[in-house]
């Protein structure tokens, strides 16, 4: 399942025949179906999250927390020499690598 954050990087994904919807869409639903007292099942699910670079630090720690709490799975992809997050991304980001731990809460 692809995600990022605008719909240009979206739909790049669907070209390449990629499943796929904003961040914000993904955060948006999941957090719906939480407070409905559903538990989202990824457990067979890889999120690939890309133009990670663009996104802000609680937006990444969110859309982890939620793939965890489901028992799915997320790698980011993303090229820092292009556009930046708006929100701090610097502590996700550093020497050109991101090492962000997976949690369930």
């Given at each position: 399942m692809g995600l990022?954050?605008?719909?240009?990087?979206?739909?790049?994904?669907?070209?390449a025949g990629v499943d796929?919807?904003?961040?914000a869409s993904f955060l948006h639903d999941t957090q719906l179906?939480?407070?409905?007292?559903?538990?989202?099942?990824?457990?067979?699910?890889?999120?690939?999250?890309?133009?990670?670079?663009?996104?802000?630090?609680?937006d990444m720690a969110r859309a982890y927390a939620l793939i965890a709490a489901g028992g799915g799975r997320a790698v980011a992809s993303?090229?820092?020499?292009?556009l930046q997050a708006?929100?701090?991304?610097?502590?996700?980001?550093?020497?050109r690598r991101a090492v962000l731990p997976m949690w369930s809460s």
């Amino acid at each position: 399942m692809g995600l990022g954050p605008t719909h240009r990087a979206v739909g790049e994904m669907r070209s390449a025949g990629v499943d796929a919807q904003t961040l914000a869409s993904f955060l948006h639903d999941t957090q719906l179906l939480q407070r409905s007292g559903e538990t989202p099942n990824f457990s067979n699910t890889l999120f690939l999250l890309d133009e990670s670079s663009m996104v802000g630090n609680t937006d990444m720690a969110r859309a982890y927390a939620l793939i965890a709490a489901g028992g799915g799975r997320a790698v980011a992809s993303g090229d820092t020499d292009q556009l930046q997050a708006i929100a701090p991304v610097s502590l996700s980001v550093s020497s050109r690598r991101a090492v962000l731990p997976m949690w369930s809460s």
